[in-house]
């Protein structure tokens, strides 16, 4: 499908929100012309050991869109995540807002669903979210003007949002100096990947693109934003004139040797709910361990 045009002359505020636990940035971002905004990739935290969530992360971006007078319209998810649990159904219930994602949660949920033995109660299609896009959808937060990519290989449902001159790579693309994102969970493709970012690429060289996580590679300063020129001429995984095959070759062998998210396992069961913790028979909070299904 033939992409729609970045907005280029609209230029959106963005507001970075850094988690270090799991070295997320999640983002507020404001329609330059209304109070209308959207949230992207928000956080709930989780302290794994002690069994406990609380909302610190979700409550600061809270506390900017109120202080701001801002209205919520969107949260908006690139994938599935599996190092940080969302924070997306908390912040709804406060401000409001639709929470997306895109189409191919269905077979997030469908894998995963098996993984974690989930009976018939589990709804494998989507329905946990309130909209579930397209590969070109567009959509518009106040006045504007947003669509979906679908950029898979990562996961299936990764999606890059282009809002304005501004796209929120999800885990697509990393900052120039950290590559791209594994591709070794299931359902991802390292080739799929590279068509992605190439894809991803091929758009406009001014526009500003967002990552979701940052690692501050070589010790430097956490960092969220660069560029589609920035990516092109200096991604150390895709930049130049890198090849699909020297990236693909590249991805599993470098995938083979990382190990998994700690928070894998609660974060795949909460966030294929929309970030919903799945309760017992009693109405309890629980998360299943399975055991050398990943």
């Given at each position: ?47 794994y050991a002690a069994g406990r969530i ?62 974690f033995n989930e009976g018939t109660e ?15 959808d567009t959509y518009s937060i106040g ?152």
């Amino acid at each position: 499908m033939q992409m729609p045009a970045p907005k280029m002359d609209q230029k959106p505020l963005v507001e970075p929100f850094f988690d270090a636990q799991s070295n997320t940035i999640s983002y507020v971002v404001k329609d330059p012309d209304s109070n209308a905004c959207a949230v992207v990739d928000a956080v709930m935290d989780l302290d794994y050991a002690a069994g406990r969530i609380s909302f610190d992360s979700a409550d600061r971006m809270i506390a900017y869109i109120t202080g701001n007078d801002l209205t919520l319209e969107w949260i908006i998810e690139t994938h599935v995540h599996a190092d940080h649990l969302s924070g997306a159904p908390y912040i709804q219930q406060k401000l409001g807002g639709k929470i997306g994602i895109g189409e191919q949660i269905k077979d997030v949920q469908e894998t995963f669903g098996k993984v974690f033995n989930e009976g018939t109660e589990f709804e494998r299609d989507g329905s946990q979210f309130d909209a579930l896009f397209r590969d070109g959808d567009t959509y518009s937060i106040g006045t504007l003007d947003c669509f979906a990519l679908h950029t898979p290989g990562h996961t299936p449902a990764c999606m890059v949002h282009v809002m304005g001159d501004a796209a929120f790579a999800g885990d697509t693309l990393f900052m120039p100096d950290g590559g791209s994102a594994r591709a070794d969970f299931p359902g991802g493709d390292a080739g799929q990947l590279f068509d992605s970012i190439t894809r991803v690429l091929s758009l406009p060289d001014a526009l500003r693109l967002f990552v979701c996580h940052d690692y501050g590679p070589g010790g430097r300063a956490i960092a969220w934003e660069t560029t589609v020129a920035e990516q092109k001429a200096e991604n150390i995984h895709v930049g130049g004139d890198a090849s699909r095959e020297a990236f693909v070759k590249l991805r599993e062998e470098r995938d083979a040797q990382l190990a998994m998210p700690k928070l894998i396992i609660p974060a795949l069961q909460v966030n294929m709910r929309a970030g919903d913790v799945p309760k017992d028979e009693s109405g309890n909070m629980v998360l299943k361990v399975p055991i050398n299904q990943l």
